[in-house]
């Protein structure tokens, strides 16, 4: 668990943090994992009234409030197992997304905030090309780089089966729905939970309004049908499926 650093690990740093991006609820024993980039947005301001754990910013992480944005199952298991509980206890679930349309995203999201990249536009010089952006990116361990604290970065590249694995490469999340098949995949889950599906689920925080095709050649579609084989394979995603 990151440890908090300096005066941000006050309750302040917390209130200013109202879109949590993970939900716990110990009543009802369910965790909810946001992956990075996959439209969950929506579903977690639903979830909200269900929160019973403060979730804020990853660098206002301490002991007493252990859980943050974008927190991975690893790592919540950990600090589950740090107050003596059970993370296999609770029904987890995340939503994964495409993820050709995913990575456009991220890259999207990455250009937009890398200092790097404001100061090459500042110098009137052209951002970094799609392409090469996305080769240097790995579908797990560092992920997209990114500070330590940039959670959402780092796993925003990560394949679905490398988010919701622990250590060892065993399964830490039970339900993984599909952004694109919300309105089938999530009604069963809420009512296990014992909660009321909403009549519909608007796509909060679009980053991306043209269409994600374009931004592929050859060679950077290749490189993700290779790196996300098992997305595509698991969850029926094609190139040529939103």
Same mark, same amino acid.
């Given at each position: 668990?990151?440890?908090?650093?300096?005066?941000?690990?006050?309750?302040?740093?917390? &209130?200013? +943090? #109202?879109?949590?991006?993970?939900?716990?609820? +110990? !009543?009802?024993?369910?965790? =909810?994992? @946001? =992956?990075?980039? $996959?439209?969950?947005? @929506?579903?977690?301001?639903?979830?909200? #009234?269900?929160?019973?754990?403060?979730?804020?910013?990853?660098?206002?992480?301490?002991?007493?409030?252990?859980?943050?944005?974008?927190? @991975?199952?690893?790592?919540?298991?950990?600090?589950?197992?740090? &107050?003596?509980?059970?993370?296999?206890?609770?029904? $987890? =679930?995340?939503? $994964?997304?495409?993820?050709?349309?995913?990575?456009?995203?991220?890259?999207?999201?990455?250009?937009?905030?890398?200092?790097?990249?404001?100061?090459?536009?500042?110098?009137? *010089?052209?951002?970094?090309? =799609?392409?090469?952006?996305?080769? !240097?990116?790995?579908?797990?361990?560092?992920?997209?780089?990114?500070?330590?604290?940039?959670?959402?970065?780092?796993?925003?590249?990560?394949?679905?089966?490398?988010?919701? @694995?622990?250590?060892?490469?065993? #399964? *830490?999340?039970? +339900?993984?729905?599909?952004?694109?098949?919300?309105?089938?995949? *999530?009604? #069963?889950?809420?009512?296990?939970?014992?909660?009321?599906?909403?009549?519909?689920?608007? +796509?909060?925080?679009?980053?991306?309004?043209?269409?994600?095709?374009?931004?592929?050649?050859?060679? !950077?579609?290749?490189?993700?049908?290779?790196?996300?084989?098992?997305?595509?394979? $698991?969850?029926?995603?094609?190139?040529?499926?939103?």
């Amino acid at each position: 668990m990151p440890a908090a650093r300096g005066p941000r690990g006050d309750a302040a740093a917390w &209130r200013k +943090h #109202p879109d949590a991006a993970m939900i716990v609820c +110990h !009543s009802r024993k369910f965790v =909810f994992f @946001s =992956f990075p980039k $996959t439209g969950s947005e @929506s579903l977690r301001a639903m979830l909200a #009234p269900h929160a019973e754990e403060p979730v804020g910013p990853c660098r206002a992480a301490t002991r007493a409030r252990p859980f943050y944005s974008h927190m @991975s199952p690893a790592e919540a298991r950990a600090a589950f197992a740090a &107050r003596g509980l059970d993370l296999g206890g609770y029904t $987890t =679930f995340t939503i $994964t997304r495409n993820p050709f349309a995913r990575m456009v995203s991220i890259y999207e999201m990455v250009m937009a905030v890398d200092g790097i990249e404001k100061l090459r536009r500042r110098a009137g *010089l052209p951002r970094r090309p =799609f392409g090469a952006w996305l080769a !240097s990116t790995r579908p797990d361990g560092r992920g997209a780089g990114g500070r330590w604290h940039q959670r959402w970065r780092k796993y925003g590249t990560w394949s679905t089966r490398a988010w919701i @694995s622990g250590e060892d490469g065993a #399964p *830490l999340v039970a +339900h993984v729905l599909r952004l694109e098949h919300l309105a089938h995949d *999530l009604p #069963p889950l809420l009512a296990r939970l014992g909660l009321e599906p909403p009549q519909a689920i608007a +796509h909060r925080n679009r980053r991306v309004t043209t269409d994600w095709r374009r931004y592929y050649d050859a060679e !950077s579609r290749a490189l993700v049908e290779a790196r996300y084989g098992g997305d595509l394979q $698991t969850y029926g995603y094609r190139f040529d499926a939103g």
